[in-house]
């Protein structure tokens, strides 16, 4: 006889509005203090410290117009947000500080999230929807130079990016990128040539969150229809659809892997998360709290896996926090 699904660890309330983005810190320099970073629909980014479960620091730096991006970089005192003002900014958040050093004008109107890539020590590169209608431009960071913008082929019409994943096959080797359009597609991108090397169609809706597992060379993306779509890439980089859940209800918010690629989570618009194992799509849990849309998730990168940690943001305005399968 299967277990119920568990109850939340514990609730974060005070968002005051939706939450549309979430990113755990747990690591470097100092584990015993994790922190977990939330980004609202009023421009908030709130960081909240779990051990006293309340608000250390709450940053204003996008107009109070909403955020549904936010990582850490190299750490917990370098903070990338970004916003529907059309800014993404870099923060310094060392010896308390809550200063944005630095930002990028994306001049683009979606709400695709911008995918970052550790490429050497404090260098970055950084994926974002461009101005132009299907461009995707990719940034090097902190020098903000250009590396390429991606254009589909003319005639290709694949609308705007939807979800962006940059990565690296193995250390040292060239960046690619996966890219969900609106059309429905996924297409994998490699950054240094600036073209298309594949193009699979895994959805009759817009792509609306994509992950994707290196190691396995498999991924994993969601729309707003009652499916998601399982796919890899073969010897020669092309994509191929490997298999396809069916799901109760319509409606994927935001499909994530956890770090070490046993389970994947999904947020759904039906107010549920779900979970599944990666390797063979088993599911595993429904997670019913809250009232509304969960817009995002998050797991915790914690160095002891008993200590890692699941994090919904919903648009009922609450974060619930998880401790699921945290042994497996």
């Not at 490429?119 to 990719?138: H, I, N, P, Q, Y």
């Amino acid at each position: 006889m299967s277990l119920p699904p568990p109850d939340p660890q514990f609730i974060l309330r005070g968002t005051g509005a939706a939450v549309h983005a979430l990113h755990f810190s747990c690591a470097s320099p100092d584990p015993s203090s994790p922190l977990l970073f939330s980004g609202s629909e009023n421009g908030f980014i709130h960081i909240w410290n779990l051990k006293t479960r309340r608000v250390d620091t709450v940053l204003d730096g996008h107009g109070r117009k909403s955020v549904y991006c936010v990582e850490t970089m190299g750490g917990k005192e370098q903070l990338l947000s970004q916003g529907r003002d059309q800014r993404i900014c870099l923060w310094d958040l060392a010896e308390g500080r809550a200063a944005v050093t630095d930002s990028v004008m994306t001049e683009n109107v979606g709400f695709c999230r911008c995918s970052l890539l550790q490429v050497t020590e404090g260098r970055w590169l950084m994926a974002m929807a461009a101005k132009a209608l299907e461009e995707v431009e990719v940034l090097e960071l902190p020098s903000k130079t250009s590396v390429c913008t991606l254009k589909p082929a003319a005639g290709a019409k694949l609308g705007m990016p939807m979800a962006l994943k940059l990565w690296q096959p193995s250390s040292g080797s060239q960046p690619l990128l996966l890219a969900g359009y609106e059309d429905g597609s996924v297409v994998l991108w490699n950054v240094s040539m600036g073209r298309a090397w594949s193009r699979l169609l895994c959805h009759q809706e817009p792509v609306m969150s994509l992950d994707f597992d290196s190691e396995k060379a498999k991924g994993i993306s969601g729309s707003c229809e009652k499916v998601l779509s399982i796919w890899s890439l073969d010897e020669q980089q092309n994509l191929q659809v490997s298999k396809t859940l069916s799901l109760v209800n319509a409606g994927i918010s935001h499909v994530t892997l956890r770090p070490d690629k046993r389970i994947v989570a999904t947020a759904g618009w039906d107010h549920r998360i779900r979970i599944f194992g990666w390797k063979n799509l088993k599911p595993l849990a429904v997670l019913d709290y809250h009232t509304d849309t969960v817009h995002t998730l998050a797991f915790s990168d914690h160095s002891q896996p008993s200590h890692r940690l699941l994090a919904a943001g919903s648009k009922d305005q609450r974060i619930s926090v998880w401790s699921i399968y945290s042994q497996r």
